[in-house]
């Protein structure tokens, strides 16, 4: 499935992902606001804008979702207020009443979706909201039962369906599920799964919204292995079947970046590298991933999709 | 001096334990948590039995009279060995509760593996063979369960999901039986009570003029290990997420020995409830997760306990402490 690349210059390397030299973009110190931490961000391109979600933690410690935007997607103004915060009233108040976090954009006919958390006594749960503009995000439903995170809709319909990747809490696994409303969801399976004896040893769950490419569907995923002193979080990626997304045909066997900075090293929540958005730059052919490091700012990294594939490629290769 | 039997409003049969490995016919290590339906005046349960090997299976025990069972021979339903359900069943089928909807008779049940229990769904039209539908849940859920009617022509379904490590039980809607959606918390644990640790959904709710009335069961947690009673809530007709009652007190808890002792001690497990033209409730519940028992009550009962020991619910949003689960 995917595309033969000539394996000879194949290198097995440490950070894939190349960093930006100004790393990190967004500190805590560039907020409008005094806040308590920053935890990742949704990112698109719209209309010519790089547009970020970012999830932040204020000082009573819950989360909201507050909108920056920039031209270069370098340097970000952020806004004051935040663009989604806890429901205070209807149907979501009291699934929210710890939270809003972690959306996840996906470009569908027109319409942004977001998934992002709910976050309340009850648990986590999967919220939607659209936007086509990003100027205001409405709510739609909460489509889950909790606790399930680290979700994002496909940007196309797979089988006529709606199609989403979640990570229930349980077991630690990537999950696929369907819709044909987007209300309602079933037909669950597994798509992925930690690796005994790697760096994704414990957990896995869906970083960055799955992309359409030529060798199918390519997800950035985070991956955990914990250690006497704390997890670790590390990016990792995969290819999985453009009509059957259940079927993985490609995913490395490295992180393709991990925490080694020191803003990646030290913050909040130690050697935690996290993304939940990309934009594909078409001008330079690569992913600009952005990422939040430490629970306490927001970093931007590139890798080009060549590189991604080969790194599958030889991964699968070596694992054969 | 009052019998500490007379606390539970559930009469216990003195035929009690109705069912136990001794009854299977075929080598098991335990026999529990049946979901029982009445059909055409004949008793069935779908029993859970767990076999040596330490995964469960289904066997049918049929009667006429509700007391005593005679067990087919080999298990009717095991674990799939092919198709999309074989890797999600593969340490196991657990726990199923029989609902007729509409004249079809459906199963949930939990599908167990590795990838931790999720609802599964089933039809029957003998009992003999068995139609799956696949999973209608992620995984880390179990005590699922359909109401016997649609509600505002949606079917409806409890479970219990696990969030922030408290299992509460809730509610979930669907068109078809395959997507599921607009859930809700409807019963969560309360803090003191018999049921401050866990709770989950039992028996099939039962329409009456009041409201839906639902046996669930409830868990504390002790130094020595969880302890497992059953109570009854009642429910809007037309919007089972609210909850107009609820018992303060258990309908039942263990106290016989076949109750006390087992492979997990101190457990009543209702999983069926059969209400009788006379009024008169059986509860068929797996005691100890060692045997079958029954204990009976009247329609009549359980409503007077819920309406006049009936606790309103917790209020929306409000904190609850989270209690360890590991």
């Not at chain 2, 139609?131 to 179990?142: A, D, M, T, V, Y």
């Not at chain 2, 709710?205 to 409201?211: A, K, M, Y």
């Not at chain 2, 209400?275 to 068929?284: A, F, K, M, P």
Request: aromatic share 10%.
């Amino acid at each position: 499935m995917l595309l033969l690349m000539p394996l000879k210059h194949v290198k097995l390397q440490r950070n894939v992902v190349r960093r930006w030299q100004k790393n990190p973009i967004i500190r805590l110190g560039d907020l409008p606001f005094h806040a308590a931490d920053i935890h990742n961000a949704g990112a698109v391109l719209h209309k010519g804008r790089y547009i970020l979600l970012i999830t932040i933690e204020n000082l009573q410690g819950y989360c909201s979702i507050y909108r920056a935007h920039s031209d270069d997607g370098r340097h970000f103004e952020i806004e004051k207020e935040p663009v989604l915060s806890p429901a205070e009233e209807g149907p979501f108040a009291q699934y929210e009443t710890e939270g809003v976090r972690d959306a996840r954009i996906t470009l569908f006919d027109g319409v942004y979706y977001i998934v992002y958390l709910a976050q309340s006594e009850h648990g986590f749960r999967l919220a939607l909201a659209q936007t086509e503009d990003f100027a205001s995000i409405e709510r739609v439903a909460l489509i889950s039962e909790p606790d399930t995170k680290n979700a994002a809709l496909f940007p196309r319909k797979i089988g006529g369906r709606y199609a989403r990747l979640e990570r229930p809490r349980e077991g630690g696994n990537i999950w696929i599920s369907y819709s044909e409303d987007l209300l309602n969801w079933g037909d669950w399976d597994v798509v992925m799964t930690p690796r005994g004896g790697y760096w994704d040893h414990d957990r896995i769950g869906l970083s960055v919204p799955p992309i359409l490419t030529p060798c199918g569907w390519l997800i950035f995923y985070y991956g955990v292995k914990n250690t006497p002193g704390g997890p670790l979080f590390r990016l990792g990626v995969a290819f999985l079947n453009e009509e059957d997304p259940v079927e993985v045909v490609g995913r490395s066997n490295i992180p393709l970046l991990a925490p080694s900075e020191t803003y990646e090293r030290i913050g909040d929540v130690q050697n935690l590298v996290f993304s939940c958005g990309a934009v594909t730059n078409t001008k330079t052919g690569k992913v600009e991933l952005y990422y939040g490091a430490s629970d306490s700012c927001i970093c931007l990294g590139t890798v080009s999709f060549d590189t991604l594939e080969r790194i599958c490629r030889a991964s699968t290769l070596q694992e054969d | 001096m009052v019998s500490l039997l007379e606390q539970d409003l559930l009469e216990r049969y003195e035929g009690n334990p109705l069912i136990t490995a001794a009854d299977i016919p075929f080598t098991c290590n335990t026999v529990f948590n049946g979901g029982a339906t009445k059909l055409n005046g004949q008793y069935t349960i779908l029993l859970r039995v767990e076999g040596q090997h330490g995964y469960s299976v289904f066997a049918l025990a049929r009667s006429s009279d509700g007391y005593d069972f005679e067990i087919e021979r080999l298990p009717v339903m095991t674990p799939a060995t092919e198709g999309p359900m074989e890797k999600y069943e593969v340490a196991g089928i657990e726990d199923p509760r029989i609902t007729v909807v509409d004249g079809t008779t459906y199963i949930v049940y939990t599908a167990f593996s590795g990838y931790g229990p999720c609802m599964a769904l089933a039809t029957t039209e003998d009992f003999s063979s068995f139609e799956r539908h696949g999973l209608i849940s992620e995984p880390g859920n179990k005590d699922g369960l359909l109401f016997p009617r649609k509600v505002g022509g949606r079917y409806v379904r409890f479970d219990r999901p696990i969030g922030n490590d408290i299992g509460r039980i809730w509610v979930t809607f669907s068109d078809d039986l395959r997507y599921w959606g607009d859930s809700r918390v409807v019963i969560s644990p309360r803090p003191g009570y018999w049921d401050s640790y866990r709770v989950g959904a039992s028996c099939v709710p039962i329409e009456t003029e009041s409201g839906w009335l639902a046996i669930y069961h409830g868990v504390k947690m002790t130094s020595g290990g969880p302890i497992y009673r059953a109570g009854v809530v009642l429910l809007d007709l037309q919007d089972p997420s609210v909850v107009i009652a609820r018992s303060s007190v258990p309908i039942l808890a263990p106290r016989m020995e076949y109750e006390r002792v087992g492979d997990v001690c101190n457990v009543v497990f209702p999983s069926a409830a059969i209400v009788e033209d006379d009024g008169q409730v059986r509860v068929y519940y797996g005691a100890a997760d060692t045997a079958i028992c029954v204990a009976t009550t009247t329609m009549e009962k359980l409503l007077a306990l819920v309406h006049k020991d009936g606790e309103p619910a917790p209020a929306p949003g409000s904190r609850r402490p989270s209690y360890p689960v590991d």
